[in-house]
């Protein structure tokens, strides 16, 4: 499966931005596509995850109401709007994907196939 990233951008505090992710190659039916993200000096983060079938989605805690994921079949992307942008959302922004079903967070080191990032940098 291949991956791509992008919408990133430079936004005020408060504002939205709208990430998309491409998809593919393989057989998508059967995985889960999840954001994450990486500040500089962090560890990279789950920030939200949809399973390709059925739609079921995860958020992390700190973006739970304000990032919405949400995926077009046809089109084979998945995109997450992020609303209330605060300036610890500044990462780069990442999609991957796994044939793996997990009930909570998607831990990175579970993600089988990564995109390049697309950078997200909101001023304070």
């Not at 998508?28 to 000096?41: D, E, K, M, Y």
């Not at 399973?51 to 995109?79: E, Q």
């Not at 044939?99 to 089988?112: E, H, L």
């Amino acid at each position: 499966v291949q991956l791509q990233a992008y919408g990133g951008g430079l936004v005020q505090a408060g504002g939205s931005l709208r990430l998309s992710c491409s998809a593919s190659g393989g057989t998508l039916s059967n995985i889960a596509i999840g954001w994450f993200r990486q500040a500089p000096g962090e560890e990279r983060e789950f920030v939200s995850g949809i399973t390709w079938r059925a739609g079921r989605t995860n958020y992390a805690d700190s973006v739970r109401g304000r990032f919405t994921i949400s995926k077009y079949n046809s089109l084979n992307k998945v995109y997450l709007q992020m609303n209330s942008l605060k300036p610890e959302d500044t990462a780069i922004y990442y999609c991957a994907a796994t044939a793996r079903t997990y009930s909570g967070n998607y831990p990175p080191r579970g993600m089988d196939y990564w995109g390049k990032g697309t950078l997200v940098t909101v001023s304070s």
